[in-house]
């Protein structure tokens, strides 16, 4: 087998286009020439049996979590000096390295929160939702505050369930995609039973990595209020909810 679009699409994305270990820049353009890339996609178990860190019968060798993104020196270096990249090292190495982009997203969505006051739209089908989380590798979130640990319980989970849908689009098939949709109507049927309504918008913002100008990311924005939230425009009809 060979790696997928959407397993190669997530391993650059997850590793914001930098070694993981050497968080070198691996595909830009430099002033006055052409673009240039020197990132590879390192198996951190071979497929060969006389290959670097190599296990027989694995299922699929060319998996997300079997690939780590480094720049070629690195991705030689690994594969030559298997003692010391052993198989538990290289996947701390990738495992911090993604903790690390998704920190560094999330502290700047925090810090640009109210640099000013947005309308967003209210989100009615699933297919709609699900547009907005695809492939997102940021996310702001907001609710009302909580009356209850019940209340509690339920819009942190909507939340997580939404971040985790998200996290899961990018690499499942059309078929998947439609059944996801369909759950995420389901779970806004359940959002409006127990009297709220959810606003989203996907945006494109820059994220700084270090110096220069930064990279730019898809960032999906999930608000839940409550129906009666002073906060809500109601554009329409006064019986309207949106």
Not at 115 to 125: G, Q, V
Request: proline residues 2%; contains cysteine; glycine residues 6%.
């Amino acid at each position: 087998m060979a790696i997928s679009d959407r397993v190669r699409k997530s391993l650059w994305a997850k590793s914001a286009n930098r070694c993981s270990i050497c968080k070198t820049e691996l595909f830009a353009k430099q002033e006055g020439s052409e673009e240039y890339n020197i990132g590879e996609e390192c198996h951190i178990i071979s497929s060969k049996s006389n290959g670097p860190r190599y296990k027989p019968n694995l299922d699929d060798y060319d998996t997300f979590d079997n690939l780590i993104l480094l720049c070629r020196n690195h991705h030689r270096e690994v594969d030559e000096l298997t003692d010391t990249y052993t198989e538990e090292l290289l996947r701390y190495v990738k495992l911090k390295r993604e903790n690390w982009v998704q920190e560094t997203i999330n502290s700047a969505i925090k810090s640009d929160n109210q640099i000013k006051p947005r309308f967003l739209t209210r989100i009615t089908s699933g297919k709609e939702l699900l547009n907005i989380l695809n492939e997102s590798l940021g996310y702001r979130t907001d609710y009302d505050e909580v009356g209850s640990e019940e209340d509690a319980d339920f819009i942190g989970g909507v939340l997580q369930d939404l971040i985790d849908y998200g996290e899961l689009s990018g690499m499942v098939e059309p078929y998947d995609r439609v059944k996801m949709s369909y759950q995420l109507n389901d779970l806004l049927k359940t959002l409006d039973d127990k009297g709220y309504i959810l606003f989203g918008e996907k945006t494109v913002e820059r994220v700084k990595f270090g110096d220069g100008d930064g990279d730019k990311w898809s960032i999906a924005t999930i608000i839940i209020k409550r129906k009666d939230s002073s906060e809500i425009i109601k554009i329409g009809s006064e019986n309207s909810d949106s």
